[in-house]
């Protein structure tokens, strides 16, 4: 009888290894090179060109004085970052199904201002009659609008290394992301973060939608499902969560972005707090 090999399956090395080990320290430059070709998902046989397309990505890179490289959001406090706060509006949930971004819209947000913004619709033959129902976005409207690869080109230089937010981050960063792959536009590699995820952390409230805490902030924005005036909603709502955190703990973007994925919403805090009372209650 032949004895069972145990099959070992060899850990993968990837770029998201080489982020990971940044947030605890910063990486020769030389080093960071060796990495890049030790990673198996890289674009590039070449490591410079490879970084080169990490700063074009998104990226957050910097050199110190040593040559070092660095992420920039590790260093930077939450009033000197600058986010990018975005929102799309889509013909359907799957590009692989031939479906589309429809609009972009995006504000660019710095030390409590609003410093720019993004807005365009996008060339689209067909939208479905529900999708029409719920943004006001009709085949008619797009007839003369951009096609979506220059729209894309245009928002990535829009976007810089900026922190990207959205009011559902693995929606529109990946959808994004897999559209800008789609034309060869590279993909993104910018730090980001939830603001649903921030708000639960920050915000009370019984719900987190955007159309229900624009209500319960008192966020006077219409246009509800048209991508700028919901990235502009989620923009307030950021800004409010910000007011919101413990400054002294809180001292830089890969802080805020780590508790915004912490365990402890405001919704388990008060649930634990409600189950101590109940104890304390109980017969002894």
Known sequence: MKSKKRIIVKPTFKISNIVDRLLKESINYNEFLFLLEKANDTFFDNPELEFELLLSNGLALEFDNNNNIFLKTKEASIDEQCFCIVDIETNGSSIKKGHQIIEIGAV?????????????????????SYIQEVTNINPRMLENAPLL???????????EDDVFIAHDIKFDYNYISDSLEKYDLGKLEN??????????????SPRYGLSFLKEELEIE????????????????VFAESLKRIDKDKITNVENLISFSKSSKTIASIKEKNQKTKEKLKEPK
């Open 191 to 204: 730090r980001k973060l939830c603001s649903i995820d921030l708000a639960k952390r920050t915000i009370d």
């Open 108 to 128: 660019k947000y710095k030390n409590g201002k609003i410093i720019n913004k993004f807005e365009s619709l996008v060339y689209a033959k067909e939208i479905p």
């Open 221 to 236: 924005i219409d246009n509800h499902h048209r991508a700028y005036f919901d990235a502009l909603a989620t923009t307030h």
């Open 149 to 159: 690869e220059s729209v894309l080109k245009e928002f990535k230089l829009f976007l």
